[in-house]
């Protein structure tokens, strides 16, 4: 499903070049559940931005479903973001003027399902994470294991097969954590492919693959007994 | 994403915020509003004018001394000249132009008029009897001045009607003596109530027979002659005519001018119409200066949402969506605020002459599209800029956005 070789990305902070990633080759088959782990500055986020088309490599070839994504337009990009793939933040990044459910709606709206057709297609998403009765409620109504949840549901509105999740657990409480972290599980028994970027030794140890990044480079890649 | 739902993002964003999208669209109402209410106030200044000039008779030739310019222009009713305009030139134009019905000769000045104890400055026409028919100003009560008052330089006075007012009151003025610089004239009329026109007051003028007010301002000449013609075809003819007559008079020259009322509502309505667009061009620069509240506001707001930005790119919108409803958003304040101006404009064009009625305003349709499209075209250009800089915000930097 994903095809990363060699790459390289290169941020140019005034006149220094700091390199974020070097030469990673990473291949994800459908259907797994990935942890990406590392200390900060390792190029965890980096990678998942650029896994997740907001970012393009400096050099190397990133393969999504088979096809070359350094090439694609900004408009493709943005397609793909849209339909293939879900993203859920450590900070929610819910839009605060917006209900529960028209958040969950606003994928809907750039994949171009009308109006009267998004509620219906949202409000399962909502029911199937727990929050039928909080649908009308807006996000500061809401708790923060709430919230994320709605991000999830949001990120699921049009049924992408990838889903990344950057510390999805790190805002939250350990419970309202966990709660998360099933309801991830669940997506992926799903057949939904998961990545999820976590510090946490529990979160990773309920994936099937770690993935250990240090200096911008894998340094550790093993399935999980 | 269509068309609808970016009015509906546009507005709920517009909504979310009420004070300061009113304060960015008073901008817009001000300058739209000042564009409306001035140019309705040149137009209506036009329409007056015309309406007065058509007013003052038809197929009027005001013939001055001394020779200024071929056609329209204004000029000083004694521009420094060889040889002066005579009763007798307007005499001889009454015998011989057979196409005139009239030719009336006047002098003009101010004098001291006093009754009993009353007196004040006034301004004194000469003329003849067909004055009341070339202006169209006819006596109330008494008589007018007759042909035997111009032969024989009687001093006789016809009184506007303010004038009486003030000398006389309620008394009977007909057959009572005043003095017009020193001199005893004997009043004879009193003229029709008129009020005011192109900024003179009509009733407070006094007439006297034109051989006594050339007596009384001590000249042999005459300031104007006011000719007219019955027909407009017969116009040109009848100017040939006075030059024919004229020319022959003064020697083989042309020292005279002839303007046609024609003439003089064309330059008028060429004055007024620089003048309206003057007006329109200076409260243009208000609502130029309402499109940069705009701007200020956008790229507030494009900062102020940066993390909806980045979210929404994040979602799946492209360049263009993000581009599509900052733009919206601008031209929404904009032309809502055209809108509100256009109201109060009008608004405040139709009051205006019910409270200031020297203030002639009319409104036009042009004037009213033209605001309009033209805040509508503020809110565009002046929403490009913001809603580019919005929609090429790199997503991942938006979303790390505090």
């Not at chain 1, 070359?68 to 605060?96: C, H, W, Y």
């Not at chain 2, 036009?46 to 001394?65: A, F, H, R, S």
């Not at chain 2, 001093?155 to 020193?182: C, H, M």
Request: glycine share 10%.
């Amino acid at each position: 499903m994903i095809e990363l070789s060699n790459i390289t990305k290169i941020y140019r902070m005034g006149n220094v070049d700091i390199t974020v990633l070097s030469n990673v080759s990473l291949s994800v088959r459908k259907g797994e559940l990935i942890a990406v782990m590392g200390p900060s500055g390792s190029g965890k986020s980096t990678l998942m931005n650029m896994i997740g088309c907001l970012d393009r490599p400096t050099s190397g070839t990133y393969r999504f479903e088979d096809r070359e994504i350094s090439s694609m337009t900004d408009d493709e990009l943005a397609s793909i973001r849209n339909v293939k793939i879900g993203f859920v933040f450590q900070t929610f990044n819910l839009l605060p003027r917006f209900s529960a459910l028209k958040n969950v709606e606003l994928p809907l709206v750039y994949s171009g399902v009308p109006a009267r057709l998004r509620a219906e297609r949202a409000m399962p998403l909502l029911r199937q994470v727990g929050l039928s009765d909080r649908m009308y409620h807006k996000p500061t109504e809401l708790s923060g294991g709430q919230q994320q949840r709605v991000a999830i549901a949001r990120a699921l509105a049009n049924h992408p097969p990838l889903l990344l999740a950057d510390e999805p657990t790190g805002n939250l409480d350990s419970r309202s954590g966990v709660e998360i972290l099933n309801i991830l599980t669940g997506l992926n028994e799903q057949g939904v492919t998961i990545m999820i970027v976590t510090h946490d030794k529990d979160v990773a140890a309920r994936c099937k693959r770690t993935i250990n990044l240090k200096d911008g480079r894998i340094i550790n890649d093993r399935v999980n007994a | 994403m269509n068309l609808l739902e970016t009015f509906r993002v546009a507005f709920e964003a517009i909504m979310s915020n009420k004070v300061r999208s009113g304060l960015t669209m008073l901008g817009v109402i001000i300058g739209v509003m000042a564009v409306i209410l001035l140019v309705s106030i040149g137009e209506g200044a036009q329409v007056y004018i015309t309406k007065e000039l058509t007013g003052l008779g038809t197929n009027l030739l005001i013939i001055t001394p001394g020779k200024t310019s071929t056609r329209g222009g204004f000029h000083p009713p004694s521009a420094g000249t060889a040889r002066k305009l005579t009763y007798d030139d307007s005499l001889a134009l009454r015998r011989r132009a057979w196409l005139l019905t009239d030719a009336v000769p006047l002098v003009f000045g101010t004098g001291k008029i006093k009754y009993q104890n009353m007196g004040r400055d006034m301004m004194i026409i000469g003329t003849t009897p067909e004055f009341q028919r070339v202006r169209n100003l006819f006596v109330g009560t008494g008589n007018y001045l007759s042909q035997g008052d111009v032969d024989s330089k009687s001093k006789v006075i016809v009184l506007g009607t303010k004038v009486k007012e003030e000398l006389f009151g309620a008394e009977n003025p007909l057959g009572k003596v005043v003095t017009l610089s020193d001199a005893r004239y004997r009043v004879i009329g009193v003229m029709q109530k008129k009020g005011t026109s192109l900024g003179m007051d009509i009733d407070d003028i006094v007439y006297v027979p034109v051989t006594s007010g050339q007596e009384l301002f001590d000249t042999d000449a005459l300031f104007e002659i006011i000719a007219s013609t019955p027909r407009s075809e017969d116009v040109d003819r009848a100017i040939a005519q006075i030059k024919d007559i004229l020319i022959r008079r003064h020697a083989h020259k042309e020292d005279f001018t002839i303007q046609t009322q024609g003439a003089m509502l064309s330059t008028m309505n060429t004055i007024l119409s620089v003048l309206t667009a003057v007006l329109g061009g200076i409260a243009g620069i208000s609502l130029l200066v309402g499109g940069i509240g705009i701007m200020n506001i956008m790229l507030v707001s494009v900062r102020e949402r940066t993390r909806e930005i980045g979210i929404r790119k994040a979602l799946g919108a492209r360049n263009k969506d993000i581009m599509a409803q900052f733009m919206i958003e601008a031209i929404t304040l904009s032309g809502a605020g055209g809108v509100i101006g256009i109201l109060l404009g009008v608004g405040l064009a139709l009051l205006i002459p019910l409270f200031v009625t020297v203030l002639p305003t009319s409104v036009s349709a042009w004037s009213i599209i033209m605001a309009f499209t033209f805040s509508a075209a503020v809110g565009v250009f002046f929403g490009v800029y913001p809603a580019r800089k919005a929609a090429l915000q790199d997503p991942i930097h938006a979303l790390r956005y505090e």
